[in-house]
T-cell receptor
Framework: GAGVSQSPSNKVTEKGKDVELRCDPISGHTALYWYRQSLGQGLEFLIYFQGNSAPDKSGLPSDRFSAERTGGSVSTLTIQRTQQEDSAVYLC?????????????FGEGSRLTVL | AQRVTQPEKLLSVFKGAPVELKCNYSYSGSPELFWYVQYSRQRLQLLLRHISRESIKGFTADLNKGETSFHLKKPFAQEEDSAMYYCALKGTGGGNKLTFGTGTQLKVEL
């Protein structure tokens, strides 16, 4: 499809386990963003990749969170030693650098539940 | 630092009534403001941006720099307007990185 694709759509894990969430952006989009959506917190910015520039990691809540983007396309968000407060929907978005209009194209999200 | 405040978690109105979703921001520079919407079981998507000064699905929003507000308005609510609405701010630099508010759930009742 032409939209942002995320997997898995749902993930249930036990506290202390590591999880990986994947994002496949729209083809040709150079910018990729990760946000976390939770009740009462709205959308929290996590990390932003723009082309080959160093990522903006200013939103990562702890060193248990990391993300990489391989080949300027697919991105993986990794959460190590998950905690119950990590339970949320993790949204990925992409945008075209040429269209610096503030329009982000979001995926359907990965719902993470930490038991 | 930039911040977006949406004071209402839930706004319930009757069909045909006017709607105003409040948004206030804090930013020292010249911001760009947006409204995003998420309908049930759909992806989050852009509704409108202040620069365009457009009306989308009957919704408008005016940037008031004096009051640092960007409230979303519609004169007559429709049932299909029921959704989660997020106000967002884009600062200078940082590409399209947006700071979002906590969102307001709009429920339009018949």
């Amino acid at each position: 499809g032409a939209g942002v694709s995320q997997s898995p759509s749902n993930k249930v894990t036990e506290k202390g386990k590591d999880v990986e969430l994947r994002c496949d952006p729209i083809s040709g989009h150079t910018a990729l963003y990760w946000y976390r959506q939770s009740l009462g917190q709205g959308l929290e910015f996590l990390i932003y990749f723009q082309g080959n520039s160093a990522p903006d990691k200013s939103g990562l809540p702890s060193d248990r969170f990391s993300a990489e983007r391989t080949g300027g396309s697919v991105s993986t968000l990794t959460i190590q030693r998950t905690q119950q407060e990590d339970s949320a929907v993790y949204l990925c978005a992409s945008s075209s650098r040429q269209a610096n209009t503030g329009e982000l194209f979001f995926g359907e999200g990965s719902r993470l539940t930490v038991l | 630092a930039q911040r977006v405040t949406q004071p209402e978690k839930l706004l319930s109105v009757f069909k045909g009534a006017p709607v105003e979703l409040k948004c206030n921001y804090s930013y020292s520079g010249s911001p760009e403001l947006f409204w995003y919407v998420q309908y049930s079981r759909q992806r989050l998507q852009l509704l409108l941006r202040h620069i365009s000064r457009e009306s989308i699905k009957g919704f408008t929003a005016d940037l008031n720099k004096g009051e640092t507000s960007f409230h979303l308005k519609k004169p007559f609510a429709q049932e299909e307007d029921s959704a989660m609405y997020y106000c967002a701010l884009k600062g200078t630099g940082g590409g399209n990185k947006l700071t979002f508010g906590t969102g307001t759930q709009l429920k339009v009742e018949l």
